[in-house]
């Protein structure tokens, strides 16, 4: 049975510094889709960051990330055509203590990737490092670039969180060595619906939000049905379905 949609817990801070926050991945198809839904379906997912794939790459692309942004209430901390398509956004509620932008090795023929990354602060004391991915279609070469984003995390303060499109299932190589570091959120406390993709025929789930020991999640999964996310909302957004996750930062 799918749980309630109303039990994942709203961001706060707590007295002892510690914090919850939500976090939102999702595949954007680079803005081609019904920007007014996407929007519709970040705002109501209420994210304090979100790790976006496919962001704009091109033409003033900067110019739709700011706008995407703007219509979401939230700011561009770092990535987009920089990336190669991570992005990461976020909530005013976060401070931005850095941030950089990763290129990984060119494979001739295919589409260069890369990791768009951040160190972010909740209140005085919470803090985590966020990595946004966007894995390749070759899955020799998923294998290399989730042993290069295993490497990036191991240079990250902990806490991190990692979170993208994976491009695979989970018993995919690749998803399973990034499985042996990090625990898969929707494994860990499903909550809401599992499948990503395809947003109109959801059958297999190919995004995810990965999370080390310092992490505890709370729930993640496809908000499907919280309010504001309708199913004609999400099949206009984009190609895939978001991942939402709830997230307590010791």
Not at 57 to 83: D, I, Q, Y
Not at 87 to 95: E, N, V, W
Not at 167 to 178: C, H, K
């Amino acid at each position: 049975m799918t749980p309630p949609l109303a039990d994942l817990p709203a961001s706060r801070t707590d007295a002892d510094g510690s914090a919850v926050i939500r976090l939102l991945s999702y595949n954007i198809r680079s803005l081609r889709d019904d920007e007014g839904a996407l929007a519709q379906v970040i705002r109501a997912c209420a994210p304090d960051v979100v790790c976006v794939q496919e962001a704009p790459r091109f033409f003033r692309w900067r110019k739709h990330a700011s706008r995407l942004a703007r219509r979401t209430g939230l700011v561009h901390v770092t990535g987009g055509a920089t990336a190669c398509g991570p992005m990461i956004l976020s909530s005013l509620r976060a401070t931005v203590e850095s941030a950089e932008d990763v290129l990984l090795p060119r494979t001739p023929g295919l589409h260069r990737r890369g990791l768009a990354t951040a160190v972010l602060r909740f209140g005085e004391r919470a803090r985590l490092s966020v990595v946004s991915c966007h894995l390749s279609l070759a899955a020799w070469e998923r294998a290399q670039q989730a042993a290069a984003l295993l490497d990036r995390v191991a240079a990250m303060p902990g806490p991190v969180v990692v979170a993208g499109d994976l491009n695979e299932r989970p018993d995919g190589a690749a998803f399973r060595q990034l499985g042996e570091r990090l625990r898969d959120g929707w494994v860990a406390r499903p909550w809401g619906e599992e499948y990503t993709s395809t947003a109109a025929r959801p059958h297999q789930r190919i995004d995810a939000v990965l999370a080390d020991a310092d992490v505890e999640v709370l729930g993640c999964g496809v908000p499907a049905g919280l309010p504001g996310v309708t199913p004609q909302a999400l099949r206009a957004a984009s190609d895939h379905r978001p991942v939402l996750a709830a997230l307590r930062l010791r």
